[in-house]
Nanobody
């Protein structure tokens, strides 16, 4: 049973923007830190960013800081990843994840409770 469902991926030119969405059940969104990871071809999955349960605390990978923004709408049970100033190196499958805390989300390996199925983002040069 799929618990997290991502959408919003696609093909965009460098410098463009995309917004990814992650829909989940109310209990998952309200009780977990929510985050995003990505995996490019031939590379390991890497942390992109996360937002705390309250939305008051966010954390980003250095590679996306200042360009990507994570937000959550607990009323809609949805988490968003707004991606601006996209670069070809941002091309990857993007995964939504839920974990018990920011520390668990960012541990190596990440100790998540749920994963989404992924959505492809392709940035052309």
């Amino acid at each position: 049973q799929v618990q997290l469902v991502e959408s919003g991926g696609g093909l965009v030119q460098a410098g463009g923007s995309l917004r990814l969405s992650c829909a989940a059940s109310r209990i998952i969104v309200s009780t977990n830190t929510m985050g995003w990871f990505r995996q490019a071809p031939g590379k390991e999955r890497e942390f992109v960013g996360a937002v705390s349960r309250s939305g008051g605390n966010t954390l980003y990978a250095d590679s996306v800081k200042g360009r990507f923004t994570i937000s959550r709408d607990n009323a809609r049970n949805t988490v968003y990843l707004q991606m601006n100033s996209l670069k070809p190196e941002d091309t990857a499958v993007y995964y939504c994840a839920a974990a018990g805390s920011m520390a668990l989300m960012t541990s190596t390996p990440p100790r998540t409770n749920y994963w989404g199925q992924g959505t492809q983002v392709t940035v052309s040069s």
